[in-house]
């Protein structure tokens, strides 16, 4: 994705830089510049101030702090020659103020200085941290303003309706701050602002009336019109005239729906009045609800360098016209219904670097012929395209590659040796999961692709030992393959590594001791159905950063490592179906984020203690302890008797509950997600009354369920032995929450007191 954005920038902007030059170099004469202003010199200085220098504050790697040089004294005084300080030739007066990535951070008041420089025409901030200030209405004080870009530096609120004083403004850039512009809204704005040519506002929120404003296609010079992200924002594009000189468009997440009729409709198709807009280069109208065809007309627009279609509904086969654009460098079709077969022999678009179908009904075809013809993809998304049989070999050459997505298709055989030789210092992102591939063809220690982040290898066929990602891979998935053999210390030292999956497959031995060493930077660590065994290493670092760990279905032995403590990130601890000898981790208590701990099937013994402190078992959701050891237990049978708590109507996070087939008894509860469990969780016991079994209660019973309730949950008389087995699916993660047993009333009570209450919140 960056590289794509980087390409059109660079692009698109280019011209517009090659002007900027040039007017400089003229204006350069060898003739004597008039000094800069003190009263300028001096609100320059007082901005300066204002702020501090901050590195988080810029995100572009190129920033640096340009105010750092402005001085008063010596050769450099004349603010004329500060960095970004732009001044008139003739009058001397602050006419540029270019201070965008520059490590700038905090508030901009309404009594700044900046508001002083009353002759600026160009004012960019962008990509600085200005602290949600929102843009003060002083903005006023600066009418000779022709290009304002203040996009990515945190500003917030209302944009003032001052800036429609702003009359000469041809270009504005608010884009990708929490910005609205709803009184004015939209439609005010490109009434005063006649000259616009260029309107960013990506992310600033303009749904006042959730209409799209048809005005801004009325002004005669615009552009670039780029209104991203606004997933409140409907309505419909006007017939646009021919003539219209716009660029650019980009409309993508808008929600905005098209139609030629004049009404607004919801799945519209893609309008043919934009075929009359015979400039346009850039169209992008990703994650709109169009549906249709793509027009024929498209076909025509040989000037189309960015053509984003997807996600949408668009159905259908692709024109083949598309594939001979001749400037064409970005495609994104994915995401879509389209339908047929995809040639790639056939791809005419010589300067093509993202290509992106996955995601549709297509069937790509491809032949190592075709691979001399074929552009050099950086980006390409084949996902879900039926390719088949080997590797495609129309890869081959492909050595550009950045992003590479061939997930969900039926590719057999080794991943072959020549693509192992593509893109080794270019590759950041490689999807191959859910094929048949069964290997590498050529073994290596670590996989050479040396810029590697994300790498996608589930649900294969993979044999053999598990392969090692470079050191810059930060998410690595291989689960549901058929890996043996052990891991090797060479995973211990991958320094960016956030996500490590290596579930089910039959990964055996005792983990690397140095296995800890990935707690430095890892969030997930998923061992899950492998054929591990030994200790769990008890080595998980002082800076610990896991949030979820599921070492299920192995054969651990052992203790539960106490250096887990470190671990106060953890929100998911599963260690399910394991031989872990050890009493009840009560010292896992003090995980303040603790939301999910499954400890069921191992050899965990003695009693459960009473939490220390409340503070213990915050956020705990789901707790899982049983078919262990532990004495507070017998669960040996699913013989369920008794009533059903009222409290766990209060477990509002049950998403399914199963206690069919007991022999349980009494009023079933309601409220909260009991009212949303259908018959079945509740048949085949006699005993069992009211919604949603049709067996009614009787009078006394109901007010017995009534008088429960009354007593709050603290006082719930358990007399018998009781189970609660809750079965159930979230994030695909197998939830089960068994409680209880044989207790006696006292620990039902801190149960449903230090927990269950908690579990609401
Ligand atoms: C630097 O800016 C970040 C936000 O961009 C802020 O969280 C942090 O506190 C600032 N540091 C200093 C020293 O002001
Ligand atoms: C940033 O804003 C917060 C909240 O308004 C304020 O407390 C803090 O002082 C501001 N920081 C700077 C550097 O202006
Ligand atoms: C601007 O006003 C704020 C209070 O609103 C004050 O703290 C600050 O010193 C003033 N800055 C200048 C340059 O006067
Ligand atoms: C605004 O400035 C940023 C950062 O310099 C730049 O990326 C962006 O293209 C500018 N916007 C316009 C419309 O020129
Ligand atoms: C294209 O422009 C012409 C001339 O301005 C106009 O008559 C026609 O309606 C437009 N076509 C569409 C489809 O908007
Ligand atoms: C595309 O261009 C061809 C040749 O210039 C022309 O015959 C055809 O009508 C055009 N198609 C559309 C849909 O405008
Ligand atoms: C995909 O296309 C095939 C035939 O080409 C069709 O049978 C199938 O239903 C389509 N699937 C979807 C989800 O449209
Ligand atoms: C590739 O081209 C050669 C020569 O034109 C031809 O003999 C061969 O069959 C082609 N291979 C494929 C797979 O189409
Ligand atoms: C997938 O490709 C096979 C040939 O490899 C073809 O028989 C099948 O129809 C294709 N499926 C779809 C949905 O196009
Ligand atoms: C642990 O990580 C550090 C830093 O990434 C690395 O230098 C060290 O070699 C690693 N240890 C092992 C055993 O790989
Ligand atoms: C465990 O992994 C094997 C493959 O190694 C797989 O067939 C099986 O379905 C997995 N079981 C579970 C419960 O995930
Ligand atoms: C997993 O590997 C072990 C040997 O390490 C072997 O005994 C076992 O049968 C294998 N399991 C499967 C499902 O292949």
Redesign the pocket.
Known sequence: MPSSVRFLTVRMFSLLLLLFIHLRACHSSPSIHPQCHDEESHALLQFKQSLAINESASFDPSAYPKVASWKVDGESGDCCSWDGVECDRDSGHVIGLDLSSSFLYGSIDSNSTLFHLVHLRRLNLADNDFNNSEIPSEIRNLPRLFDLNLSMSLFSGQIPAEILELSKLVSIDLGLNSLKLQKPGLQHLVEALTNLEVLHLSGVDISAKGEFPMGIFQLPNLRFLRIRSNPYLTGYLPEFQSGSQLELLMLGGSGTSFSGLRLTNLYGEIPSCLGNLTQLAVLKLHKNKLAGQIPSWIGNHTLFISLGLGPNRLHGPIPESIFRLPNLEELDLQKNLFRGTVNVGLLRSRSLVSFQLSGNNLSVIGNINDSIALPKFQILGLGGCNLSGEFPSFLHGQNHLEFVELGGNQIEGHIPKWFMNLGTETLWHLDLSGNFLTGFEQSVDILPWNNLRDLKLSGNKLEGALPIPPRSIISYMVSDNRL?GEIPQAICNLPSLVFLQLSSN?L?SKLPQCLGNISHSASVLDLRNN?FSGDIPDSFSNDCTLRAIDFSQNQFEGKIPRSLANCAELEILNIEKNKINDVFPSWLGIFPKLRVLILRSNRLHGVIGKPRANFEFQRLQIVDLSDNCFRALDLSQNKLTGEIPVQLAQLTFLAVFNVSGNVLSGPIPRGNQFDTFDRTSFDANPGLCGKPLSRKCGNGEDSLLAAKRDEGSAAYPLEFGWKVVVIGYASGLVIGVILGCVMDTRKYEWLVKNYFARWQR
Do not use: L
């Open positions: 043996t039959n055996s054929s």
